[in-house]
């Protein structure tokens, strides 16, 4: 069973990961609504996804190394994860909350 100790100090935890993850909440809020970062998304991030789309999409693609292609891939899916679904997740986060 338990102890109070172990039940206290997991209580901590757990508000302490809840804080944590409204302050990433907020931080991704301010981030999304700047007009700066929408810029520097637009006009950088979204061109490189799909630069990268194209370059792995192509028939050259079969002309690259396994390493510089997984590179590309890795790439692209940690730009798509950061740009994409974290703002997404945060979105719906937000909606919860509300």
């Known amino acids: 069973m338990e102890s109070e100790a172990s039940k206290e100090k997991r209580l901590i935890e757990q ?3 809840q804080e944590t993850a409204n ?4 931080i991704l809020e301010t981030l999304q609504d700047l007009e700066s970062f929408q810029s520097w998304r637009d ?3 979204v061109p490189t996804i799909q630069q990268l789309e194209a370059e792995i999409a192509s028939q050259e693609a ?3 190394s396994e390493v ?3 590179s590309k891939l890795k790439h692209l899916n940690s730009l798509k994860y950061l740009f994409y679904d974290v703002f997404d997740q945060a979105k719906a986060q937000r909606q919860l909350n509300k």
């Open 68 to 70: 510089i292609l997984r």
């Open 15 to 17: 508000k302490q990961s």
């Open 23 to 26: 302050r990433q909440l907020k």
């Open 62 to 64: 079969d002309k690259m």
């Open 43 to 45: 006009l950088i991030v």
